[in-house]
């Protein structure tokens, strides 16, 4: 005679003994199987919520969210929600009606969109119709790109009190296209990305060469980090102390 295969509870992993219930297609001492919030037992034969790994009784869900329970309407449509809806405007849709209300495309809420008042009711509209009607209210000197003079008929970037094509707002010296969400500089009024501003505007550091970038010393002809001011032949530190340059070392001397 074979012996048995021992079962084991889903919460605690060990031996059951002759009585478990069913939870999840998983076996459980009745003890076991509780609220992760409140720690109270819950039945197994009533209703529960399940999220990232945690188990919560009905009673707990609803102090987080006081409509489950009732019945959910789509904002869009006004009719019942049956199981599955999508959180848009800080409403409930059926993943169909939430769509944009120029071209009827429905919307991820996740992806980018705007937010409109249609009749008194918020609607999302798409970023693809906000642009193409946005033209409308540009004036005919904003519609002209500075960077190519040629009209603008689709998206566009703002920059420098101007609208840009995006593949026309570009560095002025390297000719690399400038996202609209990064820094940038200007050089005599255009665009200049920070890689080249570092390497060809800012002032460079006399002693190690490198862009200086807020506050820097500046003796003579030379700009200088705080840091790197330092005596060649002692090493200290000479901010406050009196120096003179030879072409290729700082040395320092006591103040007079």
């Not at 003890?31 to 992760?36: G, L, R, S, V």
């Not at 009749?119 to 693809?128: A, F, H, L, Q």
């Not at 008929?153 to 840009?164: E, G, I, K, Q, R």
Request: glycine share 6%; with cysteine.
């Amino acid at each position: 005679m074979t012996e048995k295969e021992e079962v084991l509870c889903a919460g605690c992993c060990k031996s059951i003994g002759l009585k478990w219930i069913v939870a999840m297609d998983q076996k459980w001492h009745k003890y076991c199987f509780c609220c992760d919030t409140c720690k109270k037992q819950i039945d197994s034969k009533k209703s529960f919520f399940f999220e990232k790994g945690l188990r919560t009784c009905v009673d707990c869900a609803k102090k987080e969210d006081p409509s489950i329970g009732e019945e959910k309407v789509c904002y869009g449509c006004e009719t019942p929600i049956d199981k599955v809806w999508v959180i848009g405007l800080d409403q409930k849709w059926h993943s169909e009606c939430f769509k944009c209300c120029e071209c009827s495309r429905i919307i991820d809420p996740t992806e980018k969109f705007y937010r409109v008042e249609v009749e008194g009711k918020k609607n999302p509209k798409c970023t693809d119709c906000r642009v193409v009607k946005g033209m409308a209210t540009l004036d005919v000197k904003d519609k002209t790109c500075p960077g190519c003079e040629e009209e603008i008929t689709s998206s566009w970037v703002v920059a420098l009190d101007a609208h840009w094509h995006k593949a026309c707002f570009k560095c002025s010296h390297c000719d690399r296209v400038i996202d609209s969400s990064e820094k940038f500089m200007t050089n005599l009024g255009k665009p200049v990305c920070m890689g080249c501003n570092n390497d060809h505007f800012r002032k460079k550091c006399g002693v190690c060469g490198t862009p200086i970038v807020g506050t820097s010393l500046i003796y003579q002809d030379s700009s200088f980090h705080y840091a790197c001011v330092k005596c060649f032949k002692c090493g200290k530190f000479g901010i406050f102390i009196k120096l003179w340059l030879t072409p290729s070392h700082i040395h320092l001397r006591p103040d007079l």
